[in-house]
């Protein structure tokens, strides 16, 4: 690996927890048709419970999952798995929580904690496959998600759609360059906000501009209880805390998954 030669890099396997359908993700360096059209035949064989093989390329030397192009082998490329009532297709490079039982219970701690209303108009940044804005759009007027992944946003409009939701709206960029006073005048002042970023936090610029925008209630759920407590530190003069609650996403790990409840001053 360290030359950068060879061909597999990767194998990610993703099981739909309440579906039972299964990916194979092979990352590989190059697309090698034949070789992938042997595997395929040999995993829908030996391994009918597989339902789809994807083979994502990545010829960077970069040691990660996700890349440049990705093909579908066999299977709808997809997998699907629910969270309360609603039902979510899962693309390859999409994130979506690998405990699905208690990602239910974590949707259900960040709606509470929201004190949603039926008239609020709610931002959900960093919003993956639209998990958050789907579970909680029932219970307010409207929703705008904000995703980095393009494919994740596709996903998301596509599972809004599906489980009959009518009042979301999905925007793909980067939060940094994405959340501008032309976007709150295009969707409206939020009355409140919830984040999910990933372990590194949120960019100190963001973490300000929601400062500016002064949602009455805010909602930050964190897998990194450190860098929420950095990021939130930012905005202590602004905010007060109402309530922690965390949630055990990874049990049998010493991570937690860690929901802060914050009020405008
Ligand atoms: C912890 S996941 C949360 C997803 C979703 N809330 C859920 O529960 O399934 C964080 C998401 O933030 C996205 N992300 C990371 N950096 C971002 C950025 N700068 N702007 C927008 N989204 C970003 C990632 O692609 C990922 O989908």
């Not at 930012?234 to 109402?242: G, S, V």
């Amino acid at each position: 690996m360290r030359r950068h030669e060879g061909y597999l890099r990767h194998l990610v396997i993703r099981t739909g927890t309440r579906t039972g359908e299964v990916m194979v993700n092979l990352v590989t360096s190059r697309y090698d048709e034949a070789r992938m059209a042997e595997l395929g035949a040999f995993l829908q064989e030996q391994f009918p419970e597989v339902t789809t093989l994807v083979n994502t390329i990545n010829s960077r030397p970069a040691q990660v999952s996700y890349g440049e192009a990705t093909y579908t082998i066999f299977g709808p490329g997809v997998i699907h798995d629910c969270i309360g009532p609603f039902r979510f297709e899962i693309a390859p490079d999409a994130f979506f929580q690998t405990n699905t039982e208690q990602a239910e219970r974590l949707y259900e701690v960040a709606r509470e904690l929201a004190a949603l209303r039926p008239d609020d108009l709610v931002y959900d940044l960093y919003c993956g496959t639209g998990t958050i804005s789907i579970f909680i759009a029932p219970h307010v007027r409207h929703v705008v998600g904000v995703e980095l992944v393009a494919s994740a946003v596709e996903n998301a409009r596509a599972n809004a759609a599906a489980n009959g939701i009518t009042n979301c709206t999905f925007v793909a960029g980067d939060l940094l360059e994405v959340l501008t006073p032309a976007f709150v005048r295009t969707h409206g002042r939020p009355d409140v906000v919830i984040v999910d970023p990933p372990r590194a936090g949120m960019h100190p610029r963001v973490v300000r501009r929601i400062g500016q925008l002064r949602p009455e209630r805010f909602v930050y759920v964190s897998c990194n209880p450190q860098t929420q407590a950095r990021d939130l530190k930012l905005l202590r003069d602004l905010y007060r805390i109402e309530a922690v609650q965390p949630v055990d996403l990874f049990p049998h790990t010493d991570h937690v998954e860690s929901v802060v409840a914050l009020r405008a001053r």
